[in-house]
């Protein structure tokens, strides 16, 4: 008898670091989540680049209001967003090696959820990077793949993939790559 795990539909979380309105990461994220919605998970999908969310100030003061920063911007919004989610995907053109800063300032103030004093653990157990910029070689995106590793084995998520994507440089390039059937193919894939 085969021991089957049934599907489970996931509340995915997908992060967008590009302040280039329908840009060639946006276009991925909008593809993934195509795919994701095929299968039946609940996406929701939280633009970085269109909100105010400064960056961690060490403080230490996390939950001492009740929430998870003491700090009032637009981290109110996205905080019930990620206590939510299942799985977290983070879409961003690559910027000196690395996330756009609009993203990273959320990143760094999930600092609130991995200290003592957290109120709300996060339920995020998977994770994924999808990442395309403008240069030729693979290797310039060792430093923000590199830096994605390190936050998802420090959060205990289970990375679900990788899809970076050189070559792309003015709106509308992924067009002309398999990337946008790749990131659908990942969205698809969490039903797995």
Known sequence: ???????????ILVLTG??????????????FIKGALSVGHEVTKFETAKKEIGGCKACKTC????????FRDDFDELAPLLEAADVIVFSTPLYWFGFTAQIKSAIDR????IGKSCKRPLKIKESLLLVCGA??????????IATYKEIAHYMKWEDKGVLAVPKVNEKGDIGATDALVKAEGYGKSLSA
Do not use: L
Not at 18 to 31: E, H, K
Not at 135 to 144: P, R
């Open 18 to 31: 590009s302040p280039r309105r329908n840009g060639n990461s946006d276009r991925m994220a909008d593809a």
């Open 110 to 113: 999930m600092y609130a959820y």
């Open 63 to 70: 939950w001492s209001k009740g929430k998870p920063c003491s």
């Open 1 to 11: 008898m085969i021991d089957s795990k049934p599907w489970e539909k996931k509340n």
């Open 135 to 144: 240069d030729d070689e693979m290797k310039i995106f060792d430093g923000i």
